[in-house]
């Protein structure tokens, strides 16, 4: 891969997590950073392992896993939270509705 791939693959962790940090307003646009930054990680630590020599395979297996898992427990959460609160917005949320 030429430099600019890599320089964009480095970079995408980074930026998946400062889309994070902006986009929270509505739980499904968080869930979506949060896939974003579970599938950067899934492009960029088995890239870290191959530049060290070391053997990836079983780790990517395992992050996707855990990205399937955060994805499914997300929506199961936004549908309980849409039909308890009748919208996904996270500032809806307080401690006295909970």
């Known amino acids: 891969m ?13 930026l998946a997590m400062t889309n994070m940090m902006f986009n ?3 739980f499904l646009m968080t869930l979506l950073s949060l896939e974003g930054i579970t599938l950067s990680l899934v492009l960029f630590i088995p890239l ?3 530049n060290t020599h070391a053997p990836n ?5 395992i992050l996707l896993t855990f990205g399937a898992c955060e994805a499914s427990l997300g929506l199961g959460l936004m549908v309980l939270m849409s039909r308890s609160y009748g919208s996904d917005m996270l500032k809806s ?3 006295t509705k909970c």
């Open 2 to 14: 030429n430099n600019s791939t890599m320089t964009i693959m480095y970079l995408l962790p980074l």
């Open 24 to 26: 929270q307003a509505h």
């Open 48 to 50: 870290i392992l191959m």
């Open 57 to 61: 395979a079983a780790l990517t297996v």
């Open 93 to 95: 949320l307080t401690l």
